[in-house]
């Protein structure tokens, strides 16, 4: 079913790359035939409680951070649609690229160890006495050339772009095209898998006749400053590795109870924490390869939320409220974005769309003080929001909500003409869910008032060390502004 779907999407997106003819009639039916394939990978692992509680249903692939597959939050009810009397007259996206094999320290430190532990194991045929391992006697790993596949889009990576912009070309029918200078542009990381992302977004889009379309390349080399969408690479202060120590604490925690459970079921494996790791990850990685992964069927809810949990403390020591650098790297985006929402005269698009890495989306909530659990938490008695030994159920932090594959964060500009509110309002959605700015949420449908949001964004900007001093980059031509947009 799954490789049907595929093959049949391939196609159609082979022949919207050789055919450049669309007309939208055609585009419309690749509309209706991608739309409900999006986010549901064949048959999602589901899992159920008793008979007697029909409504819980815990879908694995929505718990699994920055492996989860793309999916829409609902995280306050809000309807992500305009709100009546209102039309969104500019909109920008900041869009992660679409599903990969692995990420290539995943791969180096997690998946590979586990791999590499797997093959010296000389009793596999041990694993058929555990009815839930069984799968491992055969098992094969869905990365089969690390050194060709680690750090690429898979093909339901590129589907899932794709789908992206046919909703978006729905969503924005009067915004997508309408270019000044005829010519579309739409920007990204200098990276394979964000411009392999964002040609097969600009395919679902679609064309219009008279306008040609350009992919613009945004260099993560350091000289860059604050001038990339890749800041953690350009900032000479950000250290990637900030955040393992905690999450490791948690991680021998969460895993104990279920290396116990492991060992029990009779193989002579001896899990270890990293093994329970890895093969949590496996769940999400094989399944944008293959459709399915039988590791996705073998932890409980409960496990599953521990994961979850571990890379939520990791995301918030490097990428969120835990690092003081995050608000300085995200500003820069916040800036030239909230710029382009404020110009009264035409910008050369009314559509935006950057296509970027899992560090962007985190930085840019810290920039403008989204899922920030010490405003509703604080009053934890100074406690940390997530502490690092047990999970905190409440928190607003959740990565998966932001960190999916093809996570996003848009602004809209909404003009408003109704009864109750007229004028120009800013609505941010968060993975398609509308987000209420703290403070700021007097507007239709939880926006903030243009002139209001200008004024929480400069705001915001004062508050933060500019690039420069944050990064303390020393050397000259570094800038604080990030000016291609
Ligand atoms: C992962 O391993 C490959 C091959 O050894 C190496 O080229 C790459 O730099 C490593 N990446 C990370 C993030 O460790
Ligand atoms: C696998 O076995 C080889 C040879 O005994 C050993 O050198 C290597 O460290 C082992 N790897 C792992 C991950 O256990
Ligand atoms: C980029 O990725 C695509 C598949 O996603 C692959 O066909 C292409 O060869 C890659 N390009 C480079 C330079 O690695
Ligand atoms: C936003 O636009 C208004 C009207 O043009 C202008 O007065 C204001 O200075 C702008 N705000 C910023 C922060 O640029
Ligand atoms: C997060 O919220 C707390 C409490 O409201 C506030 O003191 C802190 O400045 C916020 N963090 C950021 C980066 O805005
Ligand atoms: C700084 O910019 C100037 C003008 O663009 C250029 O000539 C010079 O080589 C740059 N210096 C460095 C250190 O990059």
Not at 34 to 57: C, L, N, Q, R, V
Not at 292 to 317: A, G
Request: contains cysteine; aromatic residues 12%.
């Amino acid at each position: 079913m799954h490789s049907e779907v595929l093959s049949s999407w391939s196609q159609l997106n082979r022949f919207t790359y050789d055919l450049n003819c669309i007309s939208s009639l055609l585009l419309l039916l690749i509309c209706l035939i991608t739309k409900g394939h999006a986010s549901d990978i064949s048959t999602p692992p589901i899992i159920t409680a008793g008979p007697t509680y029909d409504s819980y249903k815990f879908n694995v692939l929505q718990h699994l951070s920055g492996i989860s597959p793309y999916f829409d939050s609902n995280a306050n009810e809000l309807s992500p649609d305009p709100p009546q009397g209102c039309i969104v007259d500019k909109a920008i996206y900041l869009v992660r690229h679409g599903s990969i094999y692995a990420n290539d320290y995943d791969y180096n430190n997690t998946i590979d160890p586990f791999l590499q532990r797997l093959q010296n194991f000389s009793n596999r045929a041990d694993f058929s006495k555990a009815t839930d391992l069984a799968f491992l006697v055969h098992w094969t790993s869905p990365i089969s050339n690390s050194n060709e596949q680690v750090e690429k889009l898979t093909e339901y990576g590129s589907k899932e772009a794709f789908t992206l912009g046919t909703q978006l070309a729905q969503r924005y029918s009067n915004l997508v095209f309408d270019s000044k200078n005829k010519l579309f542009k739409i920007w990204a990381s200098a990276a394979n898998r964000t411009k392999e992302s964002a040609s097969a977004l600009l395919a679902g889009l679609g064309k219009k006749q008279g306008i040609t379309d350009e992919i613009i390349t945004i260099s993560e080399e350091k000289n860059q400053g604050a001038n990339t969408f890749s800041p953690t690479k350009t900032c000479l202060q950000y250290d990637a590795s900030v955040g393992s120590e905690q999450g490791n604490i948690w991680l021998k925690q969460y895993t104990t109870p279920i290396i116990t459970r492991l060992n029990a079921m009779g193989s002579q494996f001896n899990f270890i924490a990293n093994d329970v790791l890895a093969m949590q990850e496996l769940c999400g990685y094989e399944t944008v390869i293959r459709g399915s992964s039988p590791f996705c069927k073998i932890f409980t809810p409960e496990e599953w939320l521990s994961f979850e949990y571990y890379f939520d403390i990791k995301y918030h020591y490097s990428l969120g409220y835990g690092n003081v650098l995050s608000p300085s790297l995200g500003m820069p985006w916040v800036e030239a974005s909230s710029d382009l929402l404020n110009y009264t005269t035409d910008t050369e698009q009314s559509l935006y769309i950057n296509v970027v890495h899992r560090e962007m989306p985190p930085l840019i909530l810290t920039a403008l003080n989204l899922f920030n659990d010490s405003n509703y938490v604080g009053a934890m008695n100074g406690n940390p929001t997530l502490p690092l030994d047990q999970i905190n159920y409440q928190r607003a932090w959740k990565s998966s909500k932001f960190i999916s594959f093809l996570g996003h964060i848009a602004l809209e500009r909404l003009q408003c003409t109704s009864a109750s509110y007229t004028g120009k309002f800013v609505r941010i959605l968060v993975n398609s869910a509308p987000q209420a700015l703290p403070g700021c949420a007097n507007g239709p449908g939880a926006s903030c008032p243009l002139a209001q949001y200008m004024d929480y964004v400069g705001d915001r900007d004062e508050l933060y060390q500019d690039f420069t001093d944050a990064c303390k980059m020393n050397h000259q031509n570094t800038t604080d502004v990030l000016s291609f947009l």
